[in-house]
């Protein structure tokens, strides 16, 4: 099953993931990192994410770590 | 079966965690150069010329040798790196303020000599480390806090389009213009990238990338507006496009005069 790995410590909240996903599957979350920033989180429970890593891409300070496909 | 399509690349250094602002394309760019490092594998063999910007404090961030220029001098420093060890490759990382503005005489001159360096030059249309003041590259008409009432072309002149020039150096084996606003265009800098290091490893002389970027602190945007404005407004000027590619056999397209 497809997924990404979130570091939220590295998130810095700009939210161009939350955009380039095209099954919508990352969303703001509640939760705060060491930076004071609202972190996004990856919500995939019907395991819809086609693991096409361009929130990986997108992302500018590496939150996204990794991106497994299959 | 599950594979793993995207990582960290390893020539950044571990838990690297970038001091650039939320939204800055700055951290793509640096991730695209360790990718292609790490697929040319050339991370032993590099010497990275870092220079004054944002771009500042690169050496934490990537994991190869380096040495810092004073402002502008980066491919002054990296002629010099690279005669005294034509063996290394030899590559820099500017801004537009520090590459076309204080560096234009060294950066075009590097060209001019046919350097086999490679240069990558961030243009995101305004000093952002300074605090967002007029720059080379500012667009006609965009507000700056030297500008306040936007560049006005009868005070400040055109804005300089650095691929243009550095294609029309007889040096010059690449010369290109990407931009970093779509998951698609991040795909062809870093092709693009990996052509201007590859014509460094064939030794056929100067190797440019011109990569459109965005500064959402100065410009006063939220990170996808400031896309947005790329696409909408910086890409009309500075139209992306290889203009120089001496391994292609055929020439740019912008070096045909208007009258012919």
Known sequence: MSRIVIDSDKCKACYLCINECPKKLIKISDKTNSLGNRVVEFDDPKGECLGCAMCATRCPDLAITEVYKG | ?260
């Not at chain 2, 939204?23 to 870092?50: N, P, Q, T, W, Y």
């Not at chain 2, 240069?119 to 590259?137: E, S």
């Not at chain 2, 290091?197 to 945007?221: A, Y």
Request: some cysteine.
């Open chain 2, 1 to 260: 079966m599950t594979t793993q399509v995207f990582k960290i690349p390893e020539s950044l250094r571990e838990n690297v965690k970038y001091s650039f602002c939320p939204g800055c394309d700055h951290g793509v760019a640096v991730r695209l150069v360790a990718e292609v490092l790490d697929e040319m594998e050339l991370k032993e063999k590099s010497i990275l010329v870092a220079s004054i910007g944002c771009s500042v404090t690169l050496y934490d961030f990537l994991n190869v040798d380096s040495i810092e220029a004073p402002h502008g001098r980066a491919l002054a420093e990296a002629t010099g790196v690279k005669r005294a060890r034509p063996d290394k490759f030899v590559f820099t990382y500017q801004g537009d303020g520090d590459f076309a503005s204080i560096g234009l005489a060294e950066s075009l001159h590097a060209a001019l000599r046919g350097e086999n360096v490679s240069a990558i030059c961030i243009n995101n249309t305004t000093y952002g480390m300074t605090g967002g003041q007029l720059g080379p590259t500012t667009l006609l008409g965009q507000v700056t806090t030297t500008s306040p009432t936007g560049r006005n072309l009868e005070y400040y002149g055109y804005p300089v389009k650095i691929a243009e020039h550095v294609a029309l150096c007889d040096g010059t084996a690449f010369s290109a213009r990407v931009s970093l606003d779509s998951v698609a265009n991040i795909r062809k800098a870093k092709q693009a990238i990996k052509k201007a290091f590859e014509v460094q490893r064939q030794g056929l002389g100067f190797g440019f990338v011109e990569i459109l970027s965005t500064c959402p602190t100065n410009w006063k945007m939220s990170p996808s507006k400031a896309h947005e404005r790329v696409r909408n407004e910086m890409m009309k000027t500075y139209v992306s496009g290889v203009y120089k590619d001496v391994t292609s056999g055929e020439q740019a397209h912008i070096m045909r005069p208007s009258f012919v």
